[in-house]
């Protein structure tokens, strides 16, 4: 099992950046896929980005391609999600999650075992 928290979450204007972590628990985060959910409010939870135990498969939504990065330490049981040129669209709740694999993102979604309780991001115009 793997607990997740979040963190680096805030308020931040157009065009700015943020880094957001999530600390990973349990003995087993090294194997697990790792990724970043989003839900604005009114919306369903969106896929942002994802990446393999290895770091080898990496993937991102379209509308965060070029300006997200997702990294992950691994000796540290933490990932990241650094944010670039940020638009008040981007302002979610912003969500950790693992999986034990991950092909591509449609089984990385489907396998997710544990999720964060999130972090709020908030992009002013």
């Known amino acids: 099992q793997v607990q997740l928290v979040e963190s680096g979450g805030g308020l931040v204007q157009a065009g700015g950046s943020l880094r957001l972590s999530c600390a990973a628990s349990g003995r087993t985060f090294s194997s697990y896929a790792m990724g970043w959910f989003r839900q604005a409010p009114g919306k369903e939870r969106e896929f942002v980005a994802a990446?393999?135990?290895?770091?080898?498969?990496?993937y991102y939504a379209d509308s965060v391609k070029g300006r997200f990065t997702i990294s992950r330490d691994n000796a540290k049981n933490t990932v990241y999600l650094q944010m670039n040129s940020l638009k008040p669209e981007d302002t979610a709740v912003y969500y950790c999650?693992?999986?034990?694999?991950?092909?591509?993102?449609?089984?990385?979604?489907?396998?997710?075992?544990?999720w964060g309780q999130g972090t709020q991001v908030t992009v002013s115009s």
């Open positions: 990446r393999n135990w290895s770091g080898g498969s990496t």
């Open positions: 999650a693992a999986a034990p694999s991950m092909m591509n993102i449609y089984t990385f979604t489907t396998l997710i075992s544990n």
